[in-house]
């Protein structure tokens, strides 16, 4: 491989370069060797398959026309290689060659496709994209005009609609976790907007995300709402549901669905607790804290309690007082599906 700091300007004198020049060519060169070594093993993959009069089926047919691709370091042009597979299958139709690595038609790496709609969900109009952009991917950075973005986000919402409309008859629930997740986006008149996500862990393990709705705030309502959705789609009443101490969601859950047991967040609670404590002691702190959350009998907890007591009630009794406020009896790990199920510990 050449030196990627010299691009050949076509005169004997060295081009001077930035380092964003050097980091798209840099990502077209390794582009253009992920490409070559992929066509080269499908090539030699079939190199025994020959017709009736010896030529090989499969073989190398140069190279396409430039395209040009927006990736994470700007915008780079590639041409790339091109495959004639003869071979034909059971129906009589040609197979072809398709890149895993550059698909056909493509334009725009899934990175840069991906932080589309968290500008537009920063409040950037579809009209700006192009101007915001255009100096950190290039003049010619590829779908992301007005029309394009405005086609995106009519994908976007049909995409979301489809979500919302799925079933979830075909599985059983043994977990949930539910979160209020306050945004920075402000919507019109209205700050006090924020996602309201579930997770539910089946009972085979597999985590699956289940809704990603708006409300107002955590409130009963709102969390009502989400969860009477999931039932009318089918989802059955789980075992236990996981969250923080918002209000609104065990309101709701008792609703919607009264036998379900409720268990606190371990990880809100772990917060909570190391915010009234210096940061020196915090790694101290957690780790007696995940003890009491990973303990296999009540009272491995108790133990582990007592000894997270005596290390800082003297001194931080705003942070024993965040644990010990919580009834000991539900300190404990929730049962577990499978090992590939993520453990939620109780600490309410």
């Known amino acids: 491989m050449g030196d990627v700091r010299r691009i050949d300007g076509g005169s004997t004198e060295q081009a001077t370069v930035t380092l964003d020049d050097l980091a798209r060519e840099g990502a077209r060169r390794m582009i253009v060797a992920a490409l070559e070594a992929e066509v080269s093993e499908y090539v030699t993959s079939f190199t025994e398959e020959t017709d009736e009069d010896g030529k090989r089926l499969v073989v190398r047919n140069g190279r396409g026309r430039e395209r040009r691709l927006t990736v994470g370091s700007g915008t780079v042009g590639i041409r790339a290689p091109r495959v004639n597979d003869k071979r034909v299958d059971e129906e009589g139709e040609r197979k072809r060659f398709s890149s895993k690595i550059l698909p056909a038609y493509a334009r725009r790496s899934p990175k840069v496709t991906d932080v589309l709609p968290i500008l537009y969900l920063r409040g950037l109009s579809t009209g700006d994209f192009a101007p915001a952009l255009r100096d950190l991917l290039g003049e010619d950075a590829s779908g992301l005009s007005a029309s394009s973005i405005s086609r995106l986000t009519k994908q976007w919402e049909a995409d979301h609609a489809a979500f919302k409309a799925r079933s979830l008859r075909f599985h059983r629930y043994a977990y949930l976790f539910v979160d209020g997740v306050h945004m920075s986006v402000r919507l019109g008149e209205d700050d006090r907007l924020c996602l309201l996500v579930v997770i539910g862990v089946r009972e085979d393990g597999a985590k699956e995300l289940l809704a990603v709705e708006d409300g107002y705030r955590e409130s009963t309502d709102s969390w009502a709402a989400v969860l009477r959705d999931l039932r009318e789609r089918g989802m ?38 190391l915010d009234a404590l210096p940061k020196r002691l915090q790694g101290r702190a957690k780790t007696l804290l995940h003890e009491m959350a990973e303990a296999p009998a009540r009272a491995d907890a108790r133990v582990a309690l007592e000894r997270f007591r005596e290390e800082f009630d003297a001194k931080y009794p705003k942070a024993v007082a965040e644990v010990v406020r919580i009834p000991v009896e539900l300190r404990r790990r929730s049962p577990r599906v499978d090992d590939h199920t993520v453990t939620a510990s109780a600490t309410s």
């Open 236 to 273: 059955n009443e789980p075992k236990l549901v996981s969250g923080d101490g918002a209000l609104g969601a065990w309101a709701a859950l008792r609703d919607v669905f009264p036998q379900a047991e409720e268990q606190r967040c371990w990880v809100h609670k772990t917060a909570n607790v």
